[in-house]
């Protein structure tokens, strides 16, 4: 018979105890990713706990050394994210501890998520899967005007409420896995601007503040060209600030368009699964709408 895991850890001279992560306040989860360069102000940490679960690692004295998140859509299928351990504690067993806890939560759920370099090791060990590379593209954007491209067919226009369902639906279609209460949580956080095809979304992007200014995502269109087409006005009201995309697209127009718009790669991380593979939930059709850029690699 399998054992349950142990909800309490012995790590080199001192214990740490799993707790819900709703209890702890935000400053110490943002001390937490600032410990390990990542950029997540607290709003951000607020944002995702509201869209998902998680849990924290403790010790004896109540210090956050360990987070990680995950966030379900449907009855079987969860992202997982946010999944940091302080430095100290990274070659320890800390990030696996963490991780069966999570495992205990979703069973019979399939998983994705995004791995660092550094936690690539871990998840490998746990059975996940490789599948793509993630292209973090950021920088200070440049553009000067929204004027789309002469080559695009139907209307670019900023989304608004009454868009919503069409929203949802094509981003079914993009990710493979409906997720209504995320798309609408972040359309409420997000300037959005949409393709419109006669009176049908073909394509849309969402944009919010995030880490060091704001980032794009998730964007989902069903060629290049109009990818480029409804990220560009998100450029254009950016430009001079920072701007960040998460994207799978590492070549062809929406990519070089990306690097000429002052976001060039700057780091990459790679999708991993478990379960079902990305190409598994994939909508057949004739031209079928991709996700070009993600919500943001916690949330896929």
Aim: with cysteine.
């Amino acid at each position: 018979m399998e054992l349950k895991p142990s909800g309490s850890l012995k790590i080199d001279t001192f214990s740490m105890r799993i707790d819900d992560i709703e209890g702890v306040e935000l400053d110490r989860l943002h001390a937490l990713s600032l410990s390990v360069g990542w950029p997540h102000r607290a709003e951000d940490w607020q944002f995702l706990r509201q869209s998902g679960q998680g849990l924290v690692a403790l010790d004896e004295i109540g210090r956050v050394l360990g987070s990680a998140m995950w966030f379900t859509h449907g009855a079987d299928f969860a992202t997982v994210g946010m999944v940091i351990t302080s430095p100290r504690l990274q070659t320890l067993g800390a990030g696996q501890w963490l991780m069966k806890r999570i495992f205990d939560r979703l069973v019979g759920h399939d998983l994705r998520l995004n791995a660092t370099r550094a936690a690539r090791r871990l998840y490998l060990s746990l059975d996940f899967q490789p599948e793509k590379t993630v292209y973090q593209c950021q920088g200070t954007a440049r553009m000067q005007t929204k004027e789309r491209p002469a080559n695009i067919r139907g209307d670019v226009r900023a989304l608004d409420a009454n868009d919503i369902p069409a929203v949802i639906a094509l981003d079914a279609t993009g990710f493979g896995v409906r997720r209504a209460a995320l798309i609408e949580r972040l359309f409420a956080h997000s300037a959005g601007y949409g393709l419109f095809k006669g009176d049908r979304l073909t394509a849309f992007a969402l944009c919010r503040p995030f880490g060091r200014g704001h980032v794009v995502g998730p964007v989902v269109a069903e060629s290049d060209a109009d990818a480029v087409a409804i990220v560009r006005p998100h450029v254009a009201d950016h430009s001079g600030s920072f701007l960040r995309i998460d994207t799978h697209m590492d070549h062809g127009e929406f990519a070089a368009f990306l690097s000429h718009s002052g976001m060039p790669v700057f780091d990459t991380v790679l999708t991993m699964s478990l379960g079902k593979r990305l190409s598994d939930f994939a909508v057949g059709a004739a031209v079928a709408p991709i996700t070009y850029a993600l919500a943001s690699q916690t949330l896929g």
